[in-house]
């Protein structure tokens, strides 16, 4: 098990240190597949992004090659950002919105200062080079909504493979072509990875309802209608 950690504290008494053994214990259990559910869930309850409210956000490729194909997934919690700098498809949306809430209240008012989660997942077969380098194209995915990881950023992605790598050989590698040599596969995994990131940011934010939480400070939703005149 991987464990990882955001700072909420605008919306969450963090320091309380309120989650217990039987907590953790319980989400393993609930623990399911199928689709992912976005917004303001799970760990992202409590998570702020370019000063509204952030989450947990989903995306996926199918990546092409020849006529064999891969799948790229990306879970993204969302807590980063200045709301000047958002960025949608390209258009600096944040210098239209209006300002979110009381910015003094929150720590990444003045810089980008945020920690944000990323999980990379692909079936392609990959080692563990191949995956530190997925894992470095993921800020490329931040950079295109407004992210710059601003001193004090602790920002981490973490990728794994769902195939096998027991029988790596010449033969092997014939008989299954989702084998990623860096020439055969890899830059579509590396767009793939951009992508994904990039949405699945704008997915946490997008589908996250408006929350209240400790000494009354409030996280704002995205509002939707007026991004959309934009």
């Known amino acids: 098990m991987v464990v990882g950690e955001t700072n909420d504290g605008y919306l969450n008494d963090l320091q309380g240190r309120h989650v217990r053994e039987k907590h953790v214990l319980a989400a ?29 956000g989903t995306a996926s490729r199918v990546v092409e090659v020849e006529k064999y194909g891969c799948m790229l997934g990306a879970l993204v919690q969302t807590n980063c950002g200045r709301a ?5 498809l390209g258009v600096p949306v944040g210098r239209r919105l209006p300002a979110p809430q009381d910015f003094s209240l929150l720590p990444q008012s003045s810089a980008d200062q945020g920690s944000v989660m990323v999980v990379l997942a ?8 191949q995956l530190e380098r997925l894992c ?11 992210s710059y990881y ?14 096998s790598l027991a029988a790596h050989s010449q033969i092997y590698r014939e008989k299954h072509p989702r084998i990623a040599n860096d020439s055969f596969l890899m830059d579509g995994l590396f767009r793939a990875v951009v992508e994904c990131v990039e949405e699945a940011i ?6 996250a309802a408006t929350v209240v939480g400790r000494d009354g400070h409030i996280a704002h939703a995205l509002p939707l209608d007026f991004l959309v005149t934009i």
Request: proline fraction near 1%; charge should be neutral.
């Open 122 to 129: 692909t079936d392609a077969v990959l080692d563990t080079r």
């Open 28 to 56: 393993v259990e609930k623990a399911s597949g199928g689709p992912v559910a976005e917004g303001a869930v799970g760990a992202g309850t409590g998570t702020m992004c370019f000063g509204w409210k952030g989450g947990v």
């Open 136 to 146: 470095v194209r993921a800020g490329a995915g931040l950079a295109r909504v407004g």
């Open 150 to 163: 601003g001193h004090g950023s602790g920002d981490f992605v973490v990728a794994f493979s769902t195939g």
């Open 202 to 207: 704008l997915n946490s934010m997008t589908c």
């Open 84 to 88: 000047k700098d958002l960025m949608v």
